[in-house]
């Protein structure tokens, strides 16, 4: 007849015994046994009493002796299934995750609430004396074989049901195989893949178990990386960060280079898109790694699905119009699900927006790029402490943009033009108002330490070879907070403040070849170069060139420059207007206003599916134009062409007209130079 502890064996089995790659994690708490035993009232409860109808409860140091027995006879027999073991497996590793923090108290909580769980109906005598029998009579030592045991068998399969996590401890030999199982839950392994992923190491080749810690340290700074109680107790605790660093290099050497969601289906990281130009927003579902070229997901309370479509080139799925709006987004987040992927926006109050060269407009990105423009939308409840920030920490030149009478994002408010380049106000500014980097208004984090920027060449050959003068800037492992940390550049040591900025090395390297770079032992290195080693020209340039006396030449042995002969009449100068005006002219020197009809949108964009919006065109403009005008409304905008800083002027006035007058006599140039000042506000 089979039994309660017969089921709980094949319910566990199934559950985390079942064909899988990766490593094998048996994490069991409340919910999970819930979740195994939906019919069950209390499903923590029927697995304890399981367990005890099996056990020799007044044997004392024997109490498991009968499930011993039954152990020793799997043991000696084919092995063909998982040892008998599961439900006490389950039990210990449900103690610990009921465990009280304090690593004084440890091992006497740990064995009071193994007692608890095992004396489901005693009083607290028979518990106490369940507890005794536990720890001071050994009985727990038999546990401990079940576990070895239990280890074996996994690594006997060849990787078929995963690769054990179970460790032992040096210090806590007994109670640390079931902590090690207690420390990590499915959120954690989810959110772990995000980390991973952040951490950007190569799929299948992950640094050291003291790196992978280190950075999971920083990355763990920011609130929304925050991950389970027990796991960040397990970060912070000497004995307890052993074995987690066993459990968290195995999921990283398993990490197929997907992040995952809870359903555990790949996860597509939706991003808003904006335009200020055209006065639209967009979701954005970016193509993950591998990604399927078609894709259906679900709408929350709708019967149609949203069906994507992959475009080559473009790193965005197409999809029709739907329903889908960004405010709603924006406040509540979104979630769509798939058969196989699930597409997730998370909420804030803050969100930064980035150039988006695929889109041409902007896009929603994690926190603060240092020395970059952002947009940023910034919600009604935030508005006044983010704008004392910008006053304190951002560049000068910040705007609130007016709304128009359809917002953009309702409730929210946009700033442009946001830029900042002081690390030292940034830190200072945010130190006064923590609150904001709850709500991620922070640089974005970096795990660890890694090259940006700088001027690379032959980068189809290598990924680490630069211009010398060009030199990659080195941004260090920074969290929410600043921080010491020891870099080694060629040999020259300094302590220097990680604070999200980046460091300009270029700074430092005063010859060409090989520098290596240490950061708290992280290694990195790169080569400068004085020239790109590649000799071939780069693709799509012509073969006509000149000697170094001059000659117009096509051998490429001959060849000291390469470029083209241009036509006569050939434009001095190419613009670019934005699309969408209600009028366009170019203003000439001598007082002429060549009006410009906006070019139809390529075709080939006109028959995708998709909306991919580029809010400007090219113009190419002779010798004599002066300024490009562009009227929207009673607004225009001017952009000056030529010179080595050209200016950009908004005005109400009638440019045209204007424009006219000031190429006609010395008081209408004056009254120009004067208006331009207004609309400059000089």
Not at 6 to 13: C, P
Not at 216 to 223: C, D, F, G, N, Y
């Amino acid at each position: 007849m089979t039994t309660g502890y017969d089921k709980w064996q094949s319910r566990l089995a199934d559950e985390f015994l079942k064909p899988h790659d990766g490593p094998t994690v048996f994490f069991v708490d409340d919910s999970v046994l819930a979740n195994l035993a939906p019919e069950a009232s209390q499903a923590s409860h029927d697995l304890a009493l399981s367990v005890t109808a099996r056990l020799h409860t007044a044997g004392g140091k024997s109490m498991f002796a009968p499930i011993t027995a039954e152990y020793k006879r799997w043991e000696q027999g084919t092995r063909s299934q998982a040892p008998p073991v599961l439900p006490v497996i389950s039990i210990s590793v449900l103690a610990a995750t009921r465990m009280r923090s304090g690593a004084n108290t440890r091992s006497t909580n740990y064995y009071l609430r193994l007692a608890e769980i095992l004396s489901p109906e005693g009083d607290s005598r028979e518990i106490e004396k369940t507890r005794r029998s536990l720890r001071e009579s050994g009985a727990f030592l038999d546990v401990v074989d079940m576990w070895r045991g239990l280890h074996h068998w996994i690594e006997s399969q060849g990787g078929a049901i995963g690769f054990s996590t179970i460790r032992e401890h040096p210090r806590l030999q007994r109670i640390g195989y079931p902590l090690s199982q207690a420390l990590i839950r499915q959120s954690d392994r989810v959110k772990l893949t995000r980390f991973f992923h952040d951490f950007d190491f190569p799929v299948g080749n992950p640094p050291g178990p003291e790196a992978l810690l280190g950075a999971l340290h920083i990355w763990t700074t920011a609130e929304r990386n925050r991950l389970s109680e027990a796991f960040m107790n397990g970060l912070d605790d000497p004995d307890l960060r052993a074995l987690l660093t066993h459990v968290v290099e195995a999921h990283a050497q398993a990490w197929d280079g997907q992040v995952l969601t809870a359903e555990g289906h790949p996860r597509i990281a939706i991003r808003i898109g904006l335009d200020l130009e055209t006065w639209a927003t967009n979701l954005l579902f970016p193509v993950p790694p591998g990604g399927p070229a078609q894709l259906t997901l679900t709408i929350p309370d709708q019967t149609e699905p949203l069906e994507l479509t992959a475009l080559d080139g473009y790193n965005y799925y197409a999809y029709e119009d739907t329903s889908l709006r960004v405010p709603h987004a924006a406040v509540n987040g979104l979630k769509l699900v798939g058969a196989t992927f699930t597409a997730e926006y998370a909420p804030s109050p803050v969100i930064f927006f980035r150039p988006d060269p695929q889109t041409g407009t902007w896009s929603s990105a994690d926190g603060i790029a240092p020395f970059e423009e952002h947009i940023v939308a910034v919600h009604s409840g935030e508005k006044d402490r983010f704008e004392e920030f910008l006053n304190e920490a951002a560049n000068i030149g910040w705007r609130r943009v007016r709304q128009r009478k359809a917002a953009l994002i309702e409730n929210y408010a946009l700033y442009q033009d946001v830029r900042f380049d002081d690390g030292d106000k940034l830190a200072k500014a945010l130190a006064r108002m923590p609150s904001l980097r709850r709500v991620g208004v922070a640089p974005v984090i970096a795990p660890r330490a890694r090259l940006t920027r700088g001027l690379p060449l032959a980068s189809n050959l290598s990924t680490n070879h630069y211009m010398r003068g060009g030199e990659p800037d080195l941004l260090l492992p920074s969290g929410t907070q600043p921080h010491r940390v020891t870099v080694t550049f060629d040999g020259v040591g300094q302590v220097l403040c990680a604070n999200g900025f980046p460091l300009e090395l270029r700074r430092f390297a005063s010859r060409s070849g090989l520098h290596r770079i240490t950061v708290d032992g992280q290694e990195l290195s790169f080569t400068t170069l004085e020239e790109d080693p590649n000799p071939e020209p780069p693709v799509g340039m012509g073969r006509l060139g000149w000697t170094d006396k001059l000659q117009i030449c096509e051998d490429r042995e001959q060849i000291a420059l390469v470029g083209a002969r241009a036509r006569e009449g050939r434009a001095e100068a190419t613009v670019l207007g934005r699309r969408g005006r209600d009028e366009s002219y170019i203003l000439h020197e001598d007082g002429a206003a060549q009006k410009i009809a906006e070019p139809q949108v390529p075709k080939f964009i006109q028959t995708l599916t998709t909306k991919i919006h580029s809010p400007y065109f090219e113009l190419e403009v002779s010798e004599s134009a002066r300024y490009l005008a562009q009227r929207r409304g009673q607004r225009w905008r001017l952009i000056e062409i030529g010179g080595d800083e050209p200016g950009e002027y908004e005005s109400a006035f009638d440019v045209p007209g204007a424009w006219k007058r000031a190429c006609a006599s010395e008081n209408g140039y004056r009254l120009w130079r004067y208006q331009l000042q207004i609309a400059t506000g000089d």
